[in-house]
């Protein structure tokens, strides 16, 4: 077992190698179940129930809050103290809170600065063969509000993306559509030379330069099948604005250069301010009077914009432009045909 070993790498030189791995096993045991009998932890380590006493003893000096449990069997209990004693992490676990670190240090939380240092304390104690696959770690967080935790995705994927952007190595993939059905016959892997990885509102993405369509693109990394052997290396090229959290923004608004909406509007709604500022958004909301408010708001589209004002559910004056004024027409067409049944 690979782990964080912090204080219990400095146990006094008397201590036996097999001792100081015994001890690790132990801790790595209580750490994931509550109770454990006495019995139960000799068996699984192979040692006498005296030497179990024993090595809980010693956990015991080393600042670990390790419970006698009473009962038939007797046992012991694994609990949090008034310090922070060292802790054991396995593999899997090392390499989620690094990335966990890496996105609290971008996610402008106000915890900046306290991740970086942590993830500095983690990298220090880590293994060689760990450090260096987390060091290859490169995480964009995107602030976004709205959806919660997104798609498992697999972490040895982010681990192999994260390499392949540091080591500037075109990647081939075979991307999953959401309507398997729509695809027919074999489909020829994708190629893109990835530059950031990025997570926002609980999904994660690959932002890449397209060779073959010669624009840049956006990928849902739990819709990527990477195949191997990588691509060619390439020259990194400038991400237009140079700023991933803009770009990414721009681009989910529809928008293909600046942070814009590509569609905005002006209307007047005969509702509180109060009411109309928790669901407009990114949108401006002006206060006209006790059930009056100004509102500036964009969307993808015409169509889109009409749409999420209807969602208000109350009269609408539209300010301008005058395509908006259009897109309601359009809507109210649409609407009445619904109603018709046609």
Not at 74 to 88: I, N, Q
Not at 136 to 143: F, G, K, R, S
Not at 261 to 289: Q, T
Request: glycine share 10%; charged share 25%; proline share 6%.
């Amino acid at each position: 077992m690979s782990a964080i070993r912090g204080n219990l790498a400095t146990m006094p030189t008397a201590t036996s190698t097999a001792t100081s791995r015994r001890l690790l096993s132990l801790l790595s045991l209580l750490q994931v179940r509550r109770d454990w009998p006495g019995g139960l932890l000799a068996q699984r380590l192979g040692v006498s129930d005296r030497t179990v006493r024993r090595d809980v003893d010693r956990l015991r000096e080393l600042g670990y809050l390790v419970h006698a449990v009473k009962g038939p069997e007797g046992g012991y209990r694994l609990d949090a103290g008034s310090e922070l004693p060292p802790l054991l992490f396995d593999d899997e676990q090392a390499i989620a809170l690094a990335v966990a670190l890496r996105i609290a240090v971008g996610a402008g939380a106000g915890i900046e600065e306290a991740a970086t240092r942590a993830l500095a304390t983690v990298r220090q104690v880590l293994p060689a063969r760990l450090r260096q696959r987390i060091d290859a770690l490169e995480i964009t967080a995107v602030e976004s509000a709205g959806r919660g935790a997104g798609p498992r995705v697999d972490t040895e994927v982010l681990l192999a993306l994260s390499a392949a952007i540091r080591a500037a190595e075109e990647l081939r993939f075979d991307y999953v559509s959401p309507t398997p059905a729509a695809e027919t016959g074999l489909q020829p892997p994708r190629r893109v030379q990835p530059h950031h990885l990025v997570i926002q509102g609980g999904r994660w993405y690959l932002i890449g330069w397209n060779p073959e369509r010669g624009d840049w693109r956006i990928y849902r990394v739990d819709r990527m099948r990477l195949r191997t052997p990588h691509g060619p290396r390439f020259t990194p090229r400038q991400l237009p604005g140079g700023d991933v959290a803009a770009f990414v923004s721009a681009r989910f608004k529809g928008s293909e250069g600046a942070d814009n909406w590509p569609c905005c509007g002006e209307v007047i709604l005969d509702l509180a301010a109060a009411r109309v500022a928790p669901f407009a958004g990114d949108g401006v909301v002006e206060e006209l009077g006790p059930a009056r408010t100004r509102l500036l708001i964009g969307s993808w589209s015409w169509a889109g914009l009409a749409a999420t004002l209807m969602r208000f559910d109350t009269d609408i004056e539209v300010i301008g432009p005058q395509t908006l004024r259009d897109a309601f027409a359009d809507l109210s067409h649409r609407a009445e045909r619904a109603a018709r049944g046609r």
